[in-house]
């Protein structure tokens, strides 16, 4: 295994100085381009730093805990747990995952093992973005909330940008030729996405000047008694143009208009929310979606992190890819904004 001392005498410089890059401290004190010849040489030489001595000498795990309700069993919300990782990953730092199912009293003991373990701060995620209480226990710690926010604005926080994604999709429905927007909310618990996304749809029909028609709008659930919903406003009130809390409900308007004879990215122009895989890719014709980023969320929460952890910005180490899409480390209730990835449910002018 290569050591530092490898690496100094390989780059030419001291073996302090290849620690303070290794180790991500050479920010204003290592020349760029020499920390870049060192990272190279030290992936040549195949380097791993020796994370127990490293913690034995600093005093210092380099562990991250993350801790979901539901999330880790949700398949498209485990890009949340990858943004993560792959963040925690690029810093050296190993990430600890643990799902309570939304039961308190194993929150509670999942949070003491993990602090047994040294971990030096927390993700505390959750399953759909909603107002959330940070446990009394994580007080002490550094800790980030993704997708929620803090009712009590004791930690940073991410979110998507709902009002954003209203309002973009609604737009772009305009912008196709529709005029009459229809909106399928949500009825059930996600009332903090379904309200703010019915607030941006609202806002752009008044920037259109397009007369809000509130036959348009319904919330549903699931099942029948939602598809019996949806069906009867295709039918009666003829939008040209429908914006989906999600995806899953755009099912049912593809099937109200099957059962008309209209021609969904023809006659009908439908927008969901998810790029839930399952429904975004199988239904025909391709839905128009918006992508939540969960990826970038994960990525930006474990980055503000380890932030706080070190009392140092780490925008800097933020690939450049993801640089023009996280918003800046230093937000104390961060919103992200989402893609909207345009498809062929929506008519093309």
Known sequence: MATLRQIAEQTG??????????????????????????????????YRPNTLARSLRTNRSH???????????????????????????????????????????????????????GVEGFIYARMFHQATTIPSSLHDAPTVLV?????????????????AIGFDATEYLIQSGAQRIAYIGAADRVTIADTLRYEGYTRALRQYRINHDMALTTSVTFNQAAQDKVSALIEQERPDGVLCFND?????????????????????????????????????????????????????????????????????HIPQALRDTLPNLQEQEAHIHCTLLKKDSVRHQ
Request: net charge negative; aromatic share 8%; no cysteine.
């Open 147 to 163: 997708d929620g926010f803090d009712v009590d604005h004791r930690v940073p926080s991410i979110v998507p940008d709902e009002r």
């Open 248 to 316: 899953a409900r755009a099912w049912y308007v593809y099937f109200a208009a099957a059962q008309l004879g209209l021609r969904i990215g023809k006659d009908l122009s439908v927008v969901g929310v998810d790029n839930h895989r399952v429904s975004a890719e199988t239904m025909a014709p391709r839905l128009t979606t918006v992508d939540l980023p969960h990826y970038e969320m994960g990525y930006w929460g474990a980055m503000r992190l380890i932030s706080m952890i070190e009392q140092d910005d780490k925008s800097a």
């Open 13 to 46: 410089v001291s073996i302090s100085t290849v620690s303070l890059v290794l180790n991500h401290r050479d920010q204003g004190r290592v020349n760029p381009e020499v920390a870049q010849r060192i990272r190279l040489v030290a992936q040549q030489l195949g």
């Open 63 to 117: 562990i991250l805990g993350f801790i979901s309700d539901e999330i880790a069993t949700t398949p498209y919300a485990g890009r949340l747990i990858l943004g993560a990782q792959d963040a925690a990953r690029s810093m050296n730092y190993m990430l600890f995952t643990v799902n309570t199912n939304g039961d308190r009293t194993l929150e509670e003991h999942e949070i003491d093992a993990l602090k047994q373990y």
